[in-house]
């Protein structure tokens, strides 16, 4: 018997009923309006669903018309709740969902075990939300695919970078990068900030801050390595809390990115 994650925030960031939460993913994607880019990466918000669960539709749907090619799925989300040194694995063989179970790749998993960046650990997995969070839209838009979810804590840019240019694959494999942008900051401040914050991602930079965006070390690592590959940057949406049903005193900005290799 596989070693299992249970979910750790179904009920509490998205809906446990697998029907309920199969219907919001599945309009939130149909009320998308992708523009077929075919990205190889993609940048999503990891917030509860009825505040950044429409933003990160922009991204998803952009998948459909690749979905069948996609075979496999390397995510990456930072961790909000175990400090940890580099890129940490979970020591399972598969994740749940109210959807069902994805399957971790067991063959990339021993691709990357010989980096010193790279440990295992359930206890950096076990409540963490940021992947968790993503597994649904990915379970109702790719027909079948296995998952490496690495943990990111207190580690350099090239560190990252060289995980992924490890993983990086063809047409079969995609990376997700899991992050929010600015938190807590009044309306306007926020808005201003991740305008900034923004436009360092289109520009692929590496030096974005932790105050800029919770996954900020995922993302300067994958800004390295899309650079690289020779990727190109596309804003899909962005928003944050206050446009979404929150309070505007304290926000939390959300954006969604695809990134297409250049033709």
Not at 18 to 44: M, N, T, Y
Not at 48 to 62: D, L, Q, R, V
Not at 205 to 212: A, L
Request: hydrophobic share 45%; charged share 15%.
């Amino acid at each position: 018997m596989p070693t299992v994650r249970p979910p750790a925030v179904a009920g509490q960031f998205y809906p446990a009923d697998p029907v309920q939460l199969e219907h919001d993913v599945r309009q939130r994607l149909s009320e998308a309006e992708p523009s077929e880019l075919k990205p190889k990466a993609l940048i999503v918000p990891h917030a509860g669903y009825i505040y950044s669960a429409a933003i990160a539709a922009t991204a998803y749907a952009e998948l459909l018309p690749i979905a069948a090619q996609i075979r496999r799925v390397i995510l990456l989300g930072p961790t909000h709740r175990v400090a940890v040194h580099g890129l940490v694995l979970p020591e399972v063989d598969a994740f749940d969902t109210p959807l069902g179970r994805v399957m971790l790749d067991s063959a990339a998993m021993q691709a990357i075990a010989h980096l010193s960046q790279v440990s295992m650990s359930t206890e950096a997995h076990a409540q963490e939300h940021s992947l968790e969070v993503q597994l649904p839209f990915l379970q109702c838009v790719l027909s079948d695919f296995t998952l490496l979810p690495l943990a990111v804590g207190m580690a350099t840019a090239d560190e990252v970078a060289e995980v992924l240019n490890t993983l990086w694959g063809g047409d079969e494999t995609l990376i997700v990068i899991s992050s929010d942008l600015s938190h807590y900051l009044p309306y306007s401040l926020a808005q201003r900030t991740d305008n900034a914050t923004t436009q360092s991602i289109l520009d692929l930079q590496s030096d974005i801050s932790h105050e800029q965006a919770c996954g900020a070390t995922p993302i300067n690592g994958f800004n390295l390595a899309a650079r690289q590959h020779h990727l190109t940057p596309h804003l899909l949406e962005m928003c944050n809390s206050g446009d979404t049903g929150g309070p505007q005193d304290r926000v939390v900005g959300y954006a969604a990115f695809a990134f297409t290799p250049k033709t």
